[in-house]
């Protein structure tokens, strides 16, 4: 006697459900090639240039680093010198996610990264950075780096500025004489190796009308010797 053999159907989960959830406190598997796109929204505060330091401290080495540490950074908030955490895909996960939570009264201002899958390809770009292994930044912001200031040709380099009334006047290494007023002209300083030459400062446009920049030098005290207080 032949038995009847029944075959059951398969069943098949399909990808329209979305992504299978990682099981609670594991934490997702990033991508850095992703990350790379997800850092453009980084770039603006911070680097991935050994010692390149802007607003907030390059990233290039964060990997492993106890918070507040990074060498050549003199600007981190108090809180965050003193608390005891170590950057790894745990702690920079909670951070991205909300770094008041982590440090309270931190100075950053990042709200946070909401969206777990970002936040994990963030975390694997920079731990691909600090080994050395990070894929090219992607387009958009992460394409515009900071110029060398020492590069800006003579229309850039300021060869004087003088002070009269509630004005400035700039004159440039090609001859041009720039009228400010002046709550319009803003004085930096960059002492990093992108910063201008000693004694070299540069005018910088700034606004979408034309009327207002900054004079960039390469440190304090150039400034005061650089202004003459003069009216013709």
């Known amino acids: 006697m032949r038995i009847a053999r029944v075959v059951l159907p398969t069943l098949l989960v399909t990808s329209t459900l979305g992504p299978v959830s990682p099981v609670a406190g594991q934490p997702l598997e990033g991508n850095p090639t992703r990350g ?15 010692d390149v330091h802007l607003t907030g401290p ?19 908030s ?7 955490v170590v950057w790894d895909a745990a702690t ?19 709200p946070g990264l909401k969206d777990a899958r970002q936040r994990a ?9 600090a ?3 990070a894929p090219p930044p992607g387009g958009g912001m992460m394409a515009s780096a900071r110029a060398d200031l020492k590069t800006l040709g003579a229309e850039r380099r300021v060869r004087a500025i003088r002070h009269c009334g509630d004005g400035y006047h700039v004159t440039t290494e090609d001859g041009q004489i720039v009228p400010f007023w ?8 960059d002492s990093s190796r992108l910063g201008p030459s000693k004694g070299r400062p540069v005018l910088l446009p700034a606004g979408m009308q034309g009327d207002r920049a900054s004079i960039v030098f390469a440190s304090p005290e150039e400034i005061s010797r650089t202004i003459e207080a003069k009216c013709p």
């Open 131 to 133: 080994a050395g292994q």
């Open 78 to 84: 108090e809180p965050l010198k003193h608390a005891a």
């Open 36 to 50: 790379a796109a997800v850092f453009g929204q980084c770039v603006a505060c911070h680097s991935v240039e050994p």
């Open 182 to 189: 002046e709550f319009n002209l803003r004085f930096k300083t």
């Open 121 to 129: 390809d963030l975390i694997a770009y920079l731990k691909a950075v």
């Open 58 to 76: 390059s990233l290039a080495r964060v990997w492993g680093r106890r918070a507040g540490t990074v060498e050549g950074f003199t600007r981190y």
């Open 92 to 110: 920079l996960n909670r951070w991205l996610e909300d770094p008041q939570t982590v440090v309270p009264r931190n100075l950053m201002t990042f």
